[in-house]
């Protein structure tokens, strides 16, 4: 009687051995040369790339070794490459002349590119409060949407962020306090010639969180009213400016009352530049052992005035 049972082929070792070998190799990360022009900015990079002293340096450092860590990318449906962490190294790459740079590639919906983006910036010492704005801005919202999924089996916002808020994560995270956290965010508020300033550091942080609350057409008055008395808001000032805005009665005349006020301190303080006082002393002199010489030579005036009248 002939057995009805299918003959079974069994894979051989080897074939075994190197099928998971192939399952490995193609779940793990590799890190592969892309050409610079394959590579576009992520969309929204609140992050500034300049072609400034530290950019030159990077830029000769890659010219001489290479790009020694490599870029983070996301396959752009609309071709290419998007860049989700190296933007800096992808311009140092294009003025060292270089036609690719490695990256990484990975698959990343928008929630977690954001994140990546965000953090592999936020870590740099000198940021500028308009970077720091939006980029706390985008990741509180990359965050909020992670917790209203359900198919997170591991993020940002996992068991030990059950009943927390994004907001408290997020300010732990980068040792600010909630409420700073906002006040940056309300910077975005801005319109871009006064948030320049704030970069510029023409106007303080505490006065232009006052501002951010002006409707944008007042913004653009007030840009007018500070030029015209060639004056910029204190915190008293923007605080007003803002009540007023609130109280539906901020026109231009009365930014240009507000704005012409002589404060307080322009009468008690005189300020040199650095550039006017770096004359005066030798290069190697830092700025504490300027101000500590300065105040050396008004003792010694002093004294020699006082001897003077009591001749």
């Excluded at 008293?236 to 240009?256: C, N, P, T, Y």
């Amino acid at each position: 009687m002939k057995s009805s049972a299918k003959k079974v082929e069994l894979a051989s070792v080897d074939d075994l051995f190197s099928t998971e070998e192939s399952r490995a190799d193609a779940g793990r990360e590799k890190v592969v040369e892309i050409s610079l022009s394959e590579l576009h900015p992520f969309k929204g990079h609140p992050f500034k790339v300049k072609d400034d002293d530290a950019m030159m340096e990077t830029a000769d450092s890659i010219r001489q070794y290479g790009v020694l860590v490599p870029a983070i990318a996301r396959p752009d449906p609309e071709g290419g490459y998007e860049l989700v962490a190296g933007h800096r190294r992808h311009r140092a790459s294009e003025l060292a002349e270089k036609e690719t740079m490695p990256v990484i590639v990975r698959d990343l919906d928008d929630d977690a590119a954001t994140i990546i983006m965000v953090d592999s910036n936020l870590q740099r010492e000198s940021l500028l409060p308009s970077e720091r704005a939006f980029a706390y801005k985008m990741k509180l919202e990359a965050m909020k949407h992670q917790g209203e999924r359900t198919d997170l089996t591991c993020s940002q916002v996992g068991n030990k962020s059950a009943g927390r808020k994004s907001s408290e994560m997020l300010a732990e995270q980068f040792g600010q306090s909630k409420n700073q956290i906002f006040r940056y965010i309300r910077l975005t508020e801005l319109i871009p010639e006064l948030l320049n300033m704030v970069d510029e550091k023409k106007i303080a942080l505490n006065p232009a969180y006052e501002l951010s609350f002006l409707k944008k057409e007042e913004q653009t008055q007030l840009l007018d009213a500070m030029d015209s008395e060639q004056a910029t808001p204190s915190l008293s000032q923007a605080q007003r400016l803002k009540k007023f805005s609130q109280e539906g009665h901020l026109s231009i005349d009365v930014m240009r009352a507000i704005m012409g006020e002589e404060k307080k301190s322009d009468l008690d303080k005189v300020t040199f530049t650095s550039d006017t006082l770096r004359k005066y002393f030798p290069k190697s002199y830092t700025p504490a052992r300027m101000q500590e010489t300065i105040i050396k030579l008004l003792e010694q005036w002093q004294k020699k005035r006082q001897r003077d009248q009591e001749r």
